[in-house]
């Protein structure tokens, strides 16, 4: 959580003049939730905004306060807010009930969905999240190949379980965090990828890795990003030593195109772990891939093969409404140009926002592959013109292991003062539902918000 706001601070002022329902909702919150929050990404200083109803690129808080919104469900809602296929489809499904307790229709055609549009999906596994997703997916791994450890990339996040905590959004020097077991941050071999000549080097040198898993599009939805050909090499070279190569498409699956950053890329994986999207922003997730390594999940190929089935289970897999949303959701994703609509209007918007910087003097940066947009507060006061920026010269120390809180959580309260919520990276989600209109806003806003930080200090070099 970010430190505290300057108490005079302009911004912070202005927000709290338009917010003073949150303000009220919070003070309540606090006295029955950890940090008045049920997220630690919702954590903000002095208090979280309270969204009564969204709609499209929209959403409105408790106050009636309009925001152009880039948080899009934590990146899940490529359609927008209340879209009528979704909100068609599940009211639809909650009038059929909501838990069977069975097999039903809605999850079979969910799975052929997702078999059709992602290239490594031979087979699906449902789950409730992206953390079951890849919790299952190590468990696979490590069943498939009988060996025991995991190797992962600081800073990419792949969920809270205790397996992939370490090293994703702290403790990026190996150590390990609080209330896990040392035994298990063991398991895994952490390595960055700014150098792809180590990653294969350290790949080549072990017989004992099951698996490798990794964010397709950077750490954190690109916030540092990989460096060019990491994904083909690290491809190449799990293939020929026998491990399983993991995506975590969670945030990138029918984002970075219909069949993902895989499709996008033309690096195909053995599985692939799926969220947010996959069920249009309701809770489900998915984990998919290769048909050898699934039948590890089936009772009759394990019985024929004298092996030990892996289990699952998992109350609210396939869940009926979730799996209605998914339905609704992956059906327009498959026959309409959501994906390189949403590209479209995100690349419109860091040009503009390059701009800004460029036309305010600000020493920042703006970068973001396909529908997501980030922005670099330059903690550090480097000497950085926004016109040529390359966040790959920075690599991950100087994009996000030096990164300050405290800036990001002031540009997005100054955002929210001005009608945009961005996410806490600092950043956004673009969808498909976002148009000029919002463009400008945004850009109006980021304008207003950078001049506010100037005149307070905020802004170095």
């Given at each position: ?199 294969v080097a350290a790949i080549e040198a072990r017989d004992d890795i099951a698996a490798a898993i ?210 806490g990276a600092p950043g956004g989600m673009v969808s498909a539902t976002h148009g000029p209109e ?24």
């Amino acid at each position: 959580m970010a430190t505290l706001l300057q108490t005079n601070s302009h911004l912070e002022t202005e927000y709290r003049a338009r917010t003073p329902g949150s303000a009220r909702l919070y003070a309540e919150a606090a006295r029955v939730l950890p940090s008045g929050v049920t997220h630690d990404s919702r954590a903000l200083n002095p208090y979280p905004v309270y969204v009564a109803r969204a709609k499209g690129p929209r959403k409105w808080d408790v106050d009636g306060n309009e925001y152009v919104d880039y948080y899009g469900g934590h990146g899940s809602l490529l359609l927008g807010h209340a879209h009528p296929s979704m909100v068609e489809a599940v009211t639809r499904q909650i009038e059929l009930g909501t838990h069977y307790g069975s097999s039903h229709d809605a999850e079979l055609r969910w799975a052929q969905l997702i078999n059709r549009l992602v290239p490594s999906a031979e087979r699906v596994r449902f789950t409730a999240s992206g953390t079951e997703a890849t919790h299952l997916a190590i468990r696979l791994a490590r069943a498939f190949t009988g060996k025991p450890k995991i190797l992962r990339f600081t800073g990419h996040f792949h969920g809270w379980h205790d397996q992939v905590a370490a090293g994703a959004t702290s403790h990026f020097d190996g150590s390990t965090p609080i209330g896990i077991l040392p035994a298990l941050v063991d398991q895994a071999i952490m390595l960055p990828t700014d150098d792809v000549d180590r990653v294969v080097a350290a790949i080549e040198a072990r017989d004992d890795i099951a698996a490798a898993i990794v964010e397709p599009s950077g750490a954190s939805w690109g916030t540092v990003p990989l460096p060019p050909d990491f994904l083909r090499r690290v491809r190449e070279v799990t293939a020929r030593r026998g491990i399983v190569l993991i995506f975590d498409e969670v945030i990138t699956g029918f984002r970075w195109s219909r069949g993902g950053a895989q499709a996008h890329f033309g690096v195909i994986p053995d599985m692939t772990t799926l969220a947010k999207i996959v069920a249009g922003g309701l809770p489900g997730g998915a984990l998919a891939g290769r048909r050898e390594i699934f039948d590890q999940l089936d009772f009759a190929a394990m019985k024929a093969a004298k092996r030990e089935k892996v289990q699952h289970q998992g109350t609210y897999n396939a869940n009926p409404i979730c799996a209605a949303a998914g339905v609704a959701m992956l059906s327009i994703i498959e026959r309409e140009d959501v994906c390189e609509q949403a590209c479209r209007t995100a690349e419109t918007l860091r040009d503009g926002m390059r701009r800004v910087l460029i036309e305010e003097g600000v020493p920042w940066g703006i970068y973001g592959d396909r529908s997501a947009f980030l922005v670099f507060v330059n903690p550090a006061g480097l000497a950085i013109d926004p016109a040529t920026f390359d966040p790959l010269a920075l690599g991950f120390k100087g994009l996000k292991g030096t990164r300050d809180p405290n800036i990001a959580a002031r540009l997005r309260v100054a955002m929210l003062a001005n009608g945009v919520d961005i996410m806490g990276a600092p950043g956004g989600m673009v969808s498909a539902t976002h148009g000029p209109e919002d463009v400008a806003r945004t850009l109006d806003a980021f304008r207003i918000a950078v001049k506010w930080m100037k005149a307070e200090g905020d802004i170095r070099g």
